[in-house]
């Protein structure tokens, strides 16, 4: 918020007062400092009211209105956390403060409903059969499959329109023209949406030595069969962050062994373990590559992701992990796509 040191107050202040610079500020909160500027409480328009139909008057000072123990952020915070922390609590006002809880800003919802826009590419690998899928992708690809009201891949796009992303390269080969008619150059959706045209089936990373030009800047890949509610924003700025040439998102994947295991050394019985649950860490099929990466993709050849990365190891090149713990589903086989059309409503809507 541009003005929010017109939404500062003094704790003396008459509930009358609080309420006028409440509503000449446009922030619903009003928050009160001492003499230094340090966070005393905040004043909803609100907690006045509710003040008012207990019995206080207007004229009362707001130090018995105002709620001491107000929710902050820091200086430090990223908007991530500062979005993160106002669906955690249902505030949409937040004071910000330093190390000395001196006010130094005020966060409003507003300010991070239009996301900034970013010029990283976001290339989209849709080229795939998705056989698995059996007869549903008979007739139409995989990333054009319905999933709620729209195609997979719509979503997967809009997800990353609404981050700012505005740059989409889509890799497609199997029932191509279809995604190029129903996207063509991105422009109902409000991005730029350009092809990658596979002859051949060319891998999860292939299709990478076919753009028609090098990126800028550090630039997504992904699949074009998961839904996510990642922060992709975040995943980029903490890449460059890091100083690493690749950046692999990963989640925690468990697997129930449905058996009893049994450790047997030299013929006999050690222990046995019921049922055991393993876990993994794995790959979640996004990634951001920085640009030489690039020289790393053989031309015209089919080359997959992990072979990507084991040669950027090889090469002496750092790549880092982005942890997923939020909404995150591969679709890729049929229980998959049922469970994404009954989750996508309270999800995506």
């Given at each position: 918020?541009?003005s929010?040191?017109s ?9 009358r ?12 909160l ?38 001491a ?5 820091t ?39 239009t ?39 719509e979503?997967?796009?809009r997800?990353?329109a ?5 740059r ?58 998961l ?65 030489e ?38 679709i890729?086989?049929?229980?998959d ?13």
């Amino acid at each position: 918020m541009k003005s929010w040191q017109s939404a500062l107050i003094g704790p003396d202040v008459s509930l009358r007062e609080a309420l006028e610079i409440i509503d000449s500020a446009g922030s619903q909160l009003a928050v009160v400092v001492d003499e230094h500027r340090r966070l005393l409480g905040t004043v909803s328009d609100g907690d006045a009211r509710r003040a008012l139909l207990s019995g206080l008057g207007m004229d009362d000072r707001v130090c018995r209105v105002m709620h001491a123990g107000a929710t902050v952020v820091t200086s430090s915070s990223t908007p991530h956390e500062i979005q993160a922390t106002m669906r955690r609590t249902g505030r949409h006002q937040l004071p910000i403060v330093d190390a000395d809880g001196i006010v130094i800003g005020l966060a409003l919802i507003s300010d991070y409903l239009t996301a900034a826009r970013r010029d990283n590419w976001v290339v989209i690998m849709a080229g795939g059969l998705g056989s698995r899928l059996q007869e549903l992708t008979r007739d139409t690809p995989k990333p054009m499959l319905k999933v709620g009201s729209r195609p997979l891949l719509e979503t997967i796009i809009r997800s990353y329109a609404e981050q700012g992303f505005h740059r989409f390269y889509l890799a497609v080969n199997y029932k191509a023209e279809q995604i190029e008619q129903h996207f063509g150059d991105g422009s109902a959706l409000g991005v730029d949406i350009r092809y990658v045209r596979e002859e051949k089936r060319m891998g999860t990373a292939g299709a990478l030595s076919l753009l028609p030009e090098r990126p800028a800047s550090p630039f997504i890949v992904t699949n074009a069969d998961l839904l996510t509610k990642e922060n992709f924003g975040l995943l980029i700025d903490q890449h460059a962050e890091a100083g690493v040439h690749t950046t692999m998102a990963v989640r925690q994947y468990e697997m129930q062994v449905p058996f009893g295991v049994v450790n047997v050394r030299e013929g006999h019985i050690h222990s046995i373990e019921e049922k055991p649950v393993q876990r993994f860490v794995v790959s979640a099929g996004i990634y951001v590559l920085s640009p030489e990466v690039l020289d790393l993709v053989p031309t015209g050849s089919f080359f997959d992701m992990p072979a990507l990365f084991d040669l950027v190891l090889r090469s002496g090149m750092k790549a880092r992990a982005h942890q997923i713990d939020g909404y995150w589903l591969d679709i890729g086989r049929l229980p998959d796509f049922e469970r994404a059309n009954s989750e996508f409503h309270n999800i995506f809507n």
